[in-house]
């Protein structure tokens, strides 16, 4: 049998172990995850609210339950405290990194870390119960906030400071991030492009539902969406229909809701201002497109109030130690998903997802980058199968330190997952923190 290590357990992790084992029936795939819980982003970064997407963890499931692969959690790799790179190479006939982009991209303006701006990535680990993410206060005295960037982090971003308590009790979001976004006395996001409305990175459906919220009004003006002197007519059909549905919306006149949410474009950031210790407003640059879909400094200047600033500009790849790394793409260098060691292919060694690609399409994109990975691990899998591993790598896991949390484990983790929301008079709450989700999987 041809033992593999898929390291991630998120779609492309998942997709992987299946593109493995529905190809070729002498394959055993361990699928290893620093987390105690499976299913990656799909877990930690599809908003509550997205329960359809979220529905999506059934599919993973059945590949983390398929007879010849074995899901086994909190096992880090290539980090200071975690297993090398190397011993892992030693204990299986070829490794897959499907570890995502956990990092964030920076703006590299003044004030960007001031007290109140975070990257949304931060905000989305804390609503999506993250055990690393910590309560940062987000929402405590915000009246106004601003989201910068226009992708669908943003929008989640955007919508979640929105969602009322009642529209998200239902869902499984960590109690405290419920109570603390119940109590919120946000009335105001802006939600910032800096070039336009054609050039805006989300998708339709998700800018739609920003116009369905319940008592919140959203507005664009009309003067941003003059700015873009292409004809929608023009555009691929996505970018036609964020243009059309903005130009909806620029029509409407404002009606009363208890909150707004403020579409912006041709704004560019270049500085968080402080008031009182903590950021109190963004300064943009108003920006004009050039004829190339980028855009121009014009020297005129707009500050927007924000006593929270979530920077929405974008995942990036964080380094393995261990693993080769280009710090321009943050992604590990691949030929068809084979790791390349200076420039050349390295059998045993290969990448899917995020840290192959770079942090973008939807999930299902993780489908066909995973089968290239996994095509040309087969095609290397005579040569690999001539190694000699251990029978059972999880001895060796042991003798280095490592307990794994076995499946067992995590659906001990659902259980304890169940009865707190049983307890709280809700449906599954997640549990938020490291000691509660060790103490749970722990359960017989
Ligand atoms: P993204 O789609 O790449 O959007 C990043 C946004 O940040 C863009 O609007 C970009 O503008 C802007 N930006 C970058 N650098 C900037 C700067 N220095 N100043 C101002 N703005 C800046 O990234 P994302 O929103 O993080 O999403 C990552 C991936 O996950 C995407 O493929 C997304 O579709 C996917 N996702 C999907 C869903 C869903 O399907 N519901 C939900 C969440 C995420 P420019 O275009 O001008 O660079």
Redesign the pocket.
Known sequence: MLRVAVVGSGPSGCYTAQGLVQRDPGVLVDVLDRLPCPYGLVRY?VAPD?EK?KSLQGSLRTVLEHERVRFLGGVRVGCPDGLPVERLRRLYHAVVYCVGAAGD?R?GIPGEDLPGSFPATEFVSWYSAHPDAADAGFLRGVRSAVV???????V?ATRMLVRGAAELRGTDIPQAALDALAASGLTEVYMV???GPA???F?TK?LRELGALPGTDVTVEKDDLALDPADPGTLPAGQRRNVEVLRDWAARSAVAAARRIRLRFFL??VELLEAGGRVGAVRFERTAPDDRGGVTGTGRYEDLPAQLVLR????RGVPLEGLPFDAVSGTVPHREGRVLRDGVPVPGEYVAGWIKRG????IGTNRPCAKETVTSLLADAPALARADVPADPVAALRAAGVEPVPWRGWLAIERAEAELGARLGRGVVKLSDWDALLAAARVP
């Open positions: 970064g997205h997407i991209r703006l910068i960037g226009v992708g669908n982090v943003a989640d492009g800096r070039r050039q805006a990175r998708t998700e560019r950031p929405s500009v974008g995942y942090p973008t399409g939807v």
